[in-house]
């Protein structure tokens, strides 16, 4: 094509202009993610794998391996990485250290990338950020990749609005794409809702449009599978790409099934075929994990030092435990009597994630399991942002270092960002209450099922 982009791998764009590739989009090309949880379940075409290396700039969106993704990166070892402007510039001054060219772009202003393409892109306090890709006058891509692009939502729209075609990809009906292995203190493990039990994604996708008037969706940053021995119970829970598009109504807009790309030109959009790579399970011991192995002294007196340097965590709760090697390992953080969670995971992948600061992967992945105590109902609010997004990225460990953490993010989002906060959290309160409420009791959980779907029906 001469000016368009198209979709490939989990969350990777292609943009071209002139026939040339400019910039691509959080490239995971190979490799098993989260320790081996996670692999691709579709081959790149040859001429994909071309534009890959043709490219000029590469835009990363946070610090995940499916996006962020060291392995693959090591083939644009001469190309620009492009990142938004995130608090803590952890992810800049790791990539710099590693001796890559690293380019951060200003929140919300538009930077040229060739004659006919340029993008916008914005961070928000989750240490994720969105992409606003322009292809000309007539046709941008909001990419969403995981996030809700909080605070920065009215900025976005102004900016997304002009254009005629607009298409908008976000990360829906991920099928474990956040931790789900939970477990109940007598060791029976608490079910996530099964994909027949879900809501059909048509509607989200639906409401996806909707909320960002755009024209066209298609599944994004959702192409991954469970892939690791111990993982495999969490492969009953993948959403199939199939019912991405069950029950979405037409008049929301385009709905592209899978794979694409967009000529802008002759404003056409053209299925790309999907072709399945081998799936294989493979066992923890390849990943350096033996469950029997315990915890040394050195690794007790470093899971300590890293779970109390986050302030937060010691006034919420009483203890962390690790469970390793059969062995249980508290660490007194002081906080409310009882409050506390036990995760068992085995010891290689558990101090890798302690030693660089990466326990979000280590949770992803779903081979390690997770016991809430002391009436603790779920790792959000209190500990998963804390540690893996506002501590491990964002560098923000104390309470006078969160307040200026988020003290930033206001300063940059003004008045409307705040009440886009205020929306989330409330939302997400809402949405904790009703879960616990509506999963023990199927006719009520029927029930408000119907009436969401005829809300953002």
């Not at 995940?64 to 693959?72: A, F, G, K, M, T």
Request: aromatic share 12%.
């Amino acid at each position: 094509m001469n000016l368009g982009f198209e979709t490939c791998g989990n969350a990777t764009l292609i943009a071209y202009d002139a026939g040339v590739p400019v910039v691509v989009t959080d490239p995971w090309l190979q490799g098993a993610q989260y320790f081996g949880s996670w692999t691709l379940p579709f081959r790149f075409t040859p001429q994909q794998l071309e534009a890959f290396s043709a490219a000029r700039y590469v835009w990363l969106s946070h610090g995940h391996p499916d996006h962020l993704n060291l392995e693959s990166l090591a083939i644009f070892r001469d190309k620009t990485l492009l990142l938004a402007e995130h608090r803590g510039g952890r992810i800049v001054a790791d990539l710099q250290a590693a001796g890559y060219r690293v380019q951060v772009l200003a929140n919300h202003a538009w930077t040229q990338l060739s004659n006919r393409v340029r993008i916008l892109t914005c961070a928000d306090q989750n240490q994720d950020s969105v992409l606003l890709l322009a292809l000309g006058e007539r046709c941008a891509v909001l990419n969403l990749n995981d996030g809700q692009a909080i605070g920065n939502r009215l900025k976005l729209m102004a900016s997304f609005k002009p254009f005629t075609r607009r298409f908008v990809l976000r990360l829906l009906g991920g099928g474990g794409a956040d931790m789900m292995n939970y477990f109940t203190e007598d060791g029976q493990r608490i079910d996530p809702i099964s994909p027949a039990d879900r809501t059909p994604l048509g509607f989200a996708y639906g409401k996806l449009l909707r909320d960002w008037q755009g024209t066209h969706t298609a599944p994004f940053s959702c192409h991954h599978w469970f892939s690791r021995a111990d993982s495999r119970w969490a492969a009953a829970y993948e959403t199939p790409l199939e019912a991405h598009g069950r029950s979405f109504k037409q008049e929301r807009g385009e709905f592209i099934p899978g794979y694409f790309a967009y000529d802008v030109a002759s404003d056409q959009v053209t299925e790309t075929p999907m072709e399945l790579m081998p799936r294989e399970f493979r066992e923890p011991r390849e990943f350096g994990d033996d469950w029997s192995e315990p915890l040394a002294a050195d690794d007790v007196r470093a899971a300590g030092d890293y779970f109390r340097k986050f302030e937060h965590l010691r006034q919420k709760f009483q203890f962390i435990n690790m469970r390793v090697g059969g062995r249980d390992t508290f660490i007194d953080l002081g906080g409310p009597r009882g409050r506390g969670i036990t995760f068992e995971a085995p010891r290689n992948s558990l101090m890798t994630a302690l030693r660089y600061e990466i326990f979000d992967d280590l949770l992803i992945g779903n081979f390690v399991k997770t016991v809430l105590h002391g009436g603790v109902r779920s790792l959000y609010p209190d500990f998963t942002p804390y540690v893996a997004k506002y501590g491990d990225n964002g560098r923000a460990f104390s309470v006078g270092e969160l307040h200026d953490y988020f003290q930033s993010y206001r300063d940059e989002s003004g008045f409307q960002g705040w009440l886009d906060y205020v929306r989330v959290r409330s939302t997400r309160r809402v949405r904790r209450a009703l879960v616990a409420t509506l999963s023990s009791t199927p006719v009520l959980y029927r029930t408000a099922r119907s009436a969401y779907r005829r809300f953002i029906a």
